[in-house]
């Protein structure tokens, strides 16, 4: 832990990875946007196994445990101080155990305030505006969501920590908010950083903090574009899958496929390590860099190295 800032009843956003990515992108777009710095990281190790190893080169790499970090911006005066918690993934047992911890933590920097982001996949197309649901630990809360055109949850479930951590905060007495980002369900897999856009609208808008969204509007365009011409090729595709026993394949080409799929071409990586580069100068370009790790679906494996970008210099 570096040295923890003077914070003044800041709020506290905690995502994971989830559907569409919804609170991965939004809060790495916070701390790029806000020029955030890691000032904590929450140790709970022996809630985590290992289910499986990384091979290279032949050779068993040592075990990796999700790291769960903590991010903090120090507003002008005035305004709201924030704390975004990333996690690389949930626990698999002690789920209210590690929330606990967490609110605890949170209590001890004067968190005044919790939230989670999440998806909501429903039967919405792309096209459609991206709706936000919440759920909260008070009625006074949700009273001051609804001028915000916020949706709420009614009935349900929020699954996983992002619901677990409200149930533990409402326990302590913390005040929480789940803003669950809308959408489509036939997209889950896949990226959706309109729900992003969506959620963070909302929180901005709660907190009184004004940022720049072009970036991550452009980007949630230019997905929805994609995304559109995917339904039209659906929809175009109505004849019969193609018999299976028709199709060869062979050891040969799926061990090519299996080591092109790992690998990069050297102008990506050189790409990457330019925008790192960049995003080392200036943190607000971060979001640059996460979108093309995206892109290529490599953001996993340089995670830790993203987030470094966000350390407080020595």
Same mark, same amino acid.
């Given at each position: ?33 806000? +020029? ?15 289910? @499986? ?8 790499? #040592? ?13 002008? /005066?005035?305004?709201?101080?924030? %704390?975004?918690? %990333? ?47 919440? @759920? ?7 009273? @001051? ?17 992002? +619901? ?28 959706? /950083?309109? @729900? ?10 709660? =907190? ?46 799926? +061990?090519?496929?299996? #080591?092109?799929?790992? #690998? ?7 790409? %990457? ?5 960049? =995003? ?9 860099? #996460? ?24």
């Amino acid at each position: 832990m570096t040295d923890t800032p003077q914070l003044d009843h800041p709020w506290l956003i905690a995502v994971w990875p989830g559907m569409g990515h919804v609170a991965l992108s939004a809060g790495y777009y916070l701390m790029s946007k806000l +020029g955030m710095v890691q000032f904590a990281e929450l140790t709970a190790g022996e809630l985590f196994d290992v289910d @499986a190893v990384v091979v290279k080169d032949g050779l068993v790499q #040592k075990p990796h445990r999700p790291r769960s970090r903590l991010f903090a911006w120090k507003a002008p /005066p005035g305004g709201r101080d924030v %704390i975004v918690f %990333i996690g690389e993934s949930q626990p698999q047992l002690g789920k209210l155990a590690f929330c606990e911890r967490l609110i605890d933590f949170a209590r001890d920097q004067g968190v005044e305030r919790l939230f989670t982001f999440a998806a909501m996949a429903t039967e919405m197309q792309p096209g459609s505006e991206a709706r936000v649901f919440a @759920a909260a630990t008070q009625q006074s809360l949700l009273d @001051a969501a609804v001028p915000l055109n916020v949706h709420i949850l009614d009935d349900g479930h929020v699954g996983g920590l992002n +619901g677990v951590l409200l149930a533990a905060a409402a326990e302590k007495g913390m005040p929480g908010f789940c803003l669950l980002g809308e959408m489509p369900h036939i997209f889950m897999q896949l990226l959706y /950083p309109k @729900a992003s856009l969506a959620v963070l609208r909302v929180f901005l808008s709660m =907190a009184k903090i004004d940022l720049d969204l072009a970036e991550l509007a452009q980007h949630s365009e230019q997905t929805e574009h994609r995304l559109g011409q995917i339904v039209a090729e659906m929809h175009r595709r109505l004849e019969p899958e193609p018999d299976p026993s028709e199709e060869t394949t062979s050891e040969e080409t799926t +061990g090519e496929e299996w #080591k092109l799929a790992s #690998k990069i071409s050297p102008e990506d990586e050189q790409r %990457i390590n330019s925008l790192f580069e960049i =995003a080392g100068q200036d943190r607000s370009l971060a979001f640059e860099l #996460k979108s093309e790790l995206d892109r290529l679906g490599l953001f996993e494996s340089y995670e830790d190295r993203f987030l470094d970008l966000f350390k407080k210099p020595e």
